[in-house]
């Protein structure tokens, strides 16, 4: 049952994840649409382009693979994901390197958008969780006249 706690709360990080990524990835429209010729952009554009899809797809399995009974299967349905979404990275580092107006580099650093997103929301989520439980155990303290016994009644 411990599965059920925590993919509600992978589901939520994973649908914050898409959703900032989908942001930068119209930010990086927006400029390639501004500097068409610019080939950081169109790298940028791309990876993270292609950064956004792998997110969604990466997703989509945990859902799936969530539902499974059988564990085996559970862990070789992600294997294959994580082998197709391999195969796509491999295919866009490789399309980049022959387009000579895209940059390599911008396309690989587009590329760890969304996994750069996911582990600071990760972070950010652990920084708040960890700062409401120091709230609530700073709230719950007993200040030192409610602890005195006779003389504050």
């Not at 587009?110 to 969780?129: Q, R, Y």
Request: glycine share 6%.
């Amino acid at each position: 049952m411990l599965g059920a706690q925590i993919i509600p709360n992978l589901e939520v990080q994973l649908k914050r994840t898409v959703k900032s990524t989908a942001i930068i990835v119209a930010f990086m429209a927006l400029a390639l649409i501004l500097d068409l010729q610019n080939g950081v952009y169109q790298g940028l554009f791309i990876g993270s382009l292609i950064s956004l899809q792998n997110a969604i797809l990466l997703s989509k399995r945990i859902k799936k693979a969530s539902t499974m009974k059988d564990v085996g299967k559970a862990i070789s349905y992600m294997r294959r994901g994580l082998f197709i979404r391999l195969i796509i990275i491999m295919a866009t580092l490789w399309l980049s390197i022959r387009i000579p107006s895209v940059s390599v580099n911008a396309t690989a650093v587009g590329l760890f958008v969304a996994p750069v997103m996911s582990v600071s929301d990760f972070i950010i989520t652990l920084i708040k969780e960890s700062h409401l439980k120091q709230n609530a155990l700073n709230n719950n303290k007993v200040n030192q006249f409610q602890r005195e016994g006779g003389e504050n009644a």
